[in-house]
């Protein structure tokens, strides 16, 4: 059974930074495709960044110079590294793998207020 667990969302003020975490089990992340989507209020889910089983990377336009993606194949982990926090940030993120199927976590909230 393949499992998602995401952590280390919260509140933080803008300029601020967070450091998401996805803990798999059930799958080598290793050998999927990992990715960070995230979802505000009265909006469609939306892909962030993106990493594959090669290390390459992708990010959305917004967040380009102030996330990172990566991962620990060690820990079965991946990461999202969130720099200069933004109001608009501010949304549910969710842990996504792709590996023969599709996976999500359940989300973890991250809001960016003053």
């Known amino acids: 059974q393949v499992q998602l667990v995401e952590s280390g969302g919260g509140s933080v003020q803008p300029g601020g930074s967070l450091r998401l975490s996805c803990a798999a089990s059930g799958i080598m992340i290793s050998r999927s495709v990992m990715a960070w989507y995230r979802q505000a209020s009265e909006k469609q889910r939306e892909l962030v960044a993106a990493i594959g089983s090669r290390g390459n990377t992708d990010y959305v336009e917004s967040v380009k110079g102030r996330f990172t993606i990566s991962r620990d194949n060690t820990k079965n982990t991946v990461y999202l590294q969130m720099n200069s926090l933004k109001p608009e940030d501010t949304a549910v993120y969710y842990c996504?793998?792709?590996?023969?199927?599709?996976?999500w976590g359940q989300g973890t909230q991250v809001t960016v207020s003053s």
């Open positions: 996504y793998a792709n590996y023969a199927s599709t996976y």
